[in-house]
């Protein structure tokens, strides 16, 4: 456990965030508070103190998301140059790339294809079937865009329900066309939440795309690859550079900004370096076991963070590396320490809730923290146990951790810790605001970014600087 989270935070004691946490289950029946409980604990410092990966009570309101969504949105939509396909009805498509900020390089329609592409389900496939017009859509796709180098079939929940066989249309699409066209089976109602979606795509990486091809540049001992970045606000873009002036080979992306044939040349690599640990430890795993490649996990959020990180990546590698690590950090250390004089006496001592999917709730812990700030209340929308084993030991002792939380348990927990900010999901966003409540979205980074590395912890603090202290929340009259 981290010097830092064995601090306690003043007011908040194991006793106190049990109440809080018993007084916002009073309104379920017995049956939903007995199947909740389990969800929403006081953190004891170690361990995962709350159940996970479970089904969502019916009739509890929460924020999670589906396979399909954690197949498009999250693995397969970001690699830039390839054509994805929605399998289903117009909407789920739509969705699933409107909101999401994975930024990518290119001219769209010719190196990138960045660009929404459904079969556009209608009663009359739900009847007939879609296989069909499935086939239609690939061949005109490929006539009309031929440079992609690939195509990805992602299914939604109809094209599961009548047993439509993509897998099949995908395989003689590939052979006729000469292009990897490659099928995922990641119908939005399978599994508990997204989480599911990612192991899926995963899968699917390591069958068709994994070891069928090579780089084109000679190996050599710093090649690594960047895994579970997603470009979020151009996150992988202040990442890479800093990678590389360590003295490192970023030979591919997963997936943010990706490109097919380098992923598919990653089992030559010497080091996995993972980001988004719960959408990507699969496939480091896989990796790991088949082509016995090291990974390891990393945090570049805030200046304390990637310090820490640097210097645990150059333990792989040998002198020169370390030797560069060292000559960064002494370079940039000045650079974040005026960042953070000029911001933290305006954000000392603030509280923060968070609740977000994938790394954040624990990865940004310390980014706050330099900046004075103490995160009283964190948890995630479709983590599993071992999300919060890493998550445990990050957060301060006592303060309330939350498992697919509710809209009504978070209202109840904001009401009582009173937080200065919240981080957290659309869904969030206007409620909080409403109750006069800075608000950051922190699944895209509110149309900011980026975030990550040492580029983007400026823009970080600025930006929970001017959310916490703007004059807008003096006209707004607070319920407490």
């Known amino acids: 456990m981290s010097e830092k989270a064995k601090k306690k935070v003043e007011g908040i004691t194991m006793e106190s965030t049990q109440a809080m946490i018993d007084a916002a289950m009073e309104i379920y029946p017995d049956k939903a508070k007995k199947k909740r409980a389990p969800h929403l604990a006081p953190n004891a410092g170690e361990g995962a103190c709350v159940k996970s990966n479970r089904k969502t009570v019916p009739g ?70 879609g296989d069909k017009k499935l086939r239609t859509l690939l061949e005109e796709a490929h006539e009309l865009f031929p440079l992609a180098k690939g195509i990805s079939v992602l299914s939604e929940c109809p094209v599961g329900l009548i047993g439509d066989d993509i897998n099949s249309v995908a395989k003689t699409a590939s052979k006729d066309l000469d292009i990897p066209v490659i099928p995922c089976n990641c119908e939005g109602f399978r599994g508990v939440s997204q989480s599911l979606g990612h192991h899926i795509s995963n899968d699917t990486i390591r069958d068709h795309i994994i070891g069928t091809r090579e780089f084109r540049e000679p190996e050599s001992p710093y090649d690594i690859a960047l895994i ?167 957060m301060p002792e006592a303060t309330v951790i939350y498992d697919d939380a509710s809209e009504h348990e978070l209202e109840q927990f904001v009401h009582e810790l009173r937080p200065d900010l919240i981080g957290s999901g659309i869904k969030e966003k206007y409620l909080f605001q409403k109750m006069g409540i800075p608000f950051r979205q922190m699944h895209s980074w509110d149309y900011s970014g980026p975030y990550h590395a040492y580029n983007g912890f400026p823009i970080f603090a600025r930006d929970i600087d001017m959310a916490v202290n703007s004059p807008t929340w003096k006209l707004v009259n607070a319920p407490f």
């Not at 929460?62 to 969504?69: E, L, P, Q, T, V």
């Not at 030559?268 to 082509?291: A, D, F, G, P, Q």
């Not at 250390?333 to 953070?340: C, E, F, H, L």
Request: charged share 25%; net charge negative.
């Open 228 to 394: 579970g970045d997603y470009n979020i606000g151009g996150d992988v873009w202040s990442v890479k550079p800093l990678l590389e002036e360590i003295g490192l080979n970023v030979k591919a992306v997963w997936t943010g900004d990706g490109e097919l044939e380098k992923i598919a040349a990653t089992h030559t690599v010497k080091l996995n370096l993972i980001h988004c640990y719960r959408s990507m430890n699969y496939m480091c795993r896989v990796m790991e076991e088949k082509y016995g490649i090291p990974w390891v996990e990393f945090n570049f959020f805030g200046p304390t963070k990637i310090r820490e990180s640097l210097r645990k990546i150059a333990e792989y590698f040998d002198d020169y590396i370390k030797e560069r690590v060292e000559a960064v950090i002494a370079k940039y250390d000045p650079i974040m320490q005026a960042v953070i004089d000029e911001y933290r006496p305006r954000l000392e001592g603030k509280t923060v809730m968070l609740y977000v999917g994938g790394l954040r709730p624990r990865h940004t812990v310390n980014a706050y923290a330099d900046l004075g700030m103490t995160v009283v209340g964190s948890g995630y929308e479709f983590a599993h146990g071992d999300d919060y084993e890493r998550t445990s030991p990050e």
């Open 60 to 129: 509890i309101m929460s924020a999670r998301g589906c396979a399909y969504a954690g197949a498009k949105g999250v693995v397969w939509g970001p690699i830039r140059d390839m054509v994805h396909v929605s399998h289903g009805p117009v909407g789920c498509g739509w969705y699933s790339w409107g909101t999401r900020r994975n930024l990518v390089t290119g001219v769209n329609g010719v190196s990138q294809f960045a660009m929404q592409f459904t079969s556009d389900f209608q009663e009359k496939d739900i009847v007939y079937g």
